[in-house]
């Protein structure tokens, strides 16, 4: 059976590293074994994608992270070599230079890029295999030398479903009233990307004033500690505790399972559909749109993100939300409709399966000429971090 060196940025609970770790379990069924590590420095306290790992029967480890593209590659080959891998897998596309000069060194494995960003930094290496997860980028990539595979963050449309998790004692836990409408976000508590949205969301509730709508946020992260701030403020202004911050969870499916509504992006987002949750999808900087049949077609293209902000975005999000919490019919319309929209477009046995043919096809064809295509790029790109550190060296 071939093995696979997998190499994430993170063991933090978060939506790429989650993908990760349920794909490495789905390719089983295609022969493939896997082994994930990740930097030892972004482990954190209390729940961690170690629980993630342990759950799903995927091998976890961690590594020193290096402080050079070189000490990277000795730690990358070492492990290829302790682990007899026979592919390189690696989340991002910006830790790929040690993978590319250490275990795939003059194409003695082959290297698949997992790039679930919403852009492909142009000094990416163009011959080895790439895994993007939103349309646009395959479409804008299509002609690259080495490929291009779409393979959406992917949700096991069995486990993450309404009819399957209880959500009793995740409310019962914090102590919601059982009655109340719940809006809810699983997200990272992160100024990167994250932020904004939770603060509107925060805001929005507040703006909304209903004394049987709460809103709870799942996650941590460095905004924690602001976010928690606005919470407590909105809380007074209200005269209870309509938002509640629940903290990290190993295994968030309670929480979706508790929702009315569901707040989020990306990989969240996607889970939010499988559990027949209707949706507002959140952007980074201060955007939001409900995910209907009208507009399921672009959310999806974009992979539930967007750049994009709003004159104001609480209002707009006050405008998302008021509608729903407003109507049982409408809930259970687009709820209904995102289950069938999730298991038609992104259930973990397809992922799966296309993440096997990349894996068949890297192994075929990546070898010694293709390594080398790149090296120019690869020279450029060390000349030119030379240059800047000579620059800045006083």
Same mark, same amino acid.
């Given at each position: ?5 997998? /190499? ?6 978060? #939506? *790429? ?20 590590? &990740? ?53 991002? !596309? ?19 890029? *997992?790039?679930?960003?919403? !852009? ?12 993007? &997860? *939103? ?102 202004? /209200? #005269? ?26 990306? #990989? !969240? ?6 559990? #027949? ?16 049949? /009208? ?31 407003? !109507? ?24 799966? /399966?296309?993440?096997?043919? *990349? ?36």
């Amino acid at each position: 059976m071939p093995r696979i060196l997998v /190499q994430l940025n993170s063991l933090a609970l978060g #939506g *790429t590293q989650i993908n990760a770790v349920d794909l490495a379990a789905a390719v089983r069924d295609y022969g493939y074994e896997s082994v994930l590590f &990740g930097p030892t420095d972004t482990l954190p306290r209390g729940p961690s994608l170690f629980d993630v790992a342990a759950e799903r029967g995927v091998e976890l480890g961690e590594f020193e992270r290096p402080t050079s593209t070189m000490g990277g590659a000795r730690t990358m080959a070492r492990l290829a070599k302790d682990h007899q891998a026979d592919l390189i897998h690696v989340y991002g !596309s910006w830790t790929s230079r040690p993978a590319w000069w250490g275990p795939c060194l003059l194409g003695r494995r082959p290297l698949v890029l *997992t790039v679930y960003e919403m !852009s492909v930094d142009p000094m990416t290496p163009r011959n080895t295999g790439l895994i993007v &997860g *939103t349309k646009y980028l395959e479409e804008d990539l299509a002609t690259r030398p080495g490929g291009i595979e779409l393979i959406s963050p992917p949700v096991d449309v069995n486990r993450d479903d309404s009819r399957r998790v209880s959500a009793r004692g995740f409310v019962e836990r914090l102590g919601l009233h059982p009655e109340n409408l719940r809006v809810v976000m699983v997200t990272r508590l992160d100024e990167e990307m994250k932020a904004m949205g939770i603060r509107c969301a925060i805001r929005a509730i507040g703006r909304i004033g209903s004394p049987t709508v709460d809103l709870v946020i799942v996650g941590t992260g460095d905004a924690r500690e602001g976010l928690g701030q606005l919470a407590e403020q909105v809380n007074e202004e /209200q #005269g209870r505790r309509a938002i509640v911050l629940a903290g990290p969870m190993a295994d968030p499916r309670a929480a979706y399972a508790a929702a009315d509504v569901m707040i989020g992006m990306g #990989g !969240s987002a996607a889970r939010s559909l499988s559990f #027949g949750k209707p949706l507002v999808v959140a952007g980074e900087s201060g955007w939001f749109k409900t995910f209907t049949p /009208q507009s399921a077609k672009e959310l999806f293209r974009n992979s539930f993100w967007s750049p994009e902000s709003m004159r104001d975005p609480v209002e707009a999000l006050v405008g998302s939300l008021k509608p729903l919490l407003e !109507s049982d019919a409408r809930r259970e319309e687009l709820g209904s409709f995102g289950r069938e929209f999730a298991e038609l477009n992104f259930g973990l046995p397809a992922m799966a /399966q296309r993440l096997a043919a *990349t894996y068949d096809k890297a192994l075929r064809n990546y070898r010694l000429v293709r390594w080398c295509r790149d090296a120019p790029l690869e020279l450029a790109h060390a000349r030119r971090r030379f240059v800047e550190r000579r620059e800045n060296t006083p």
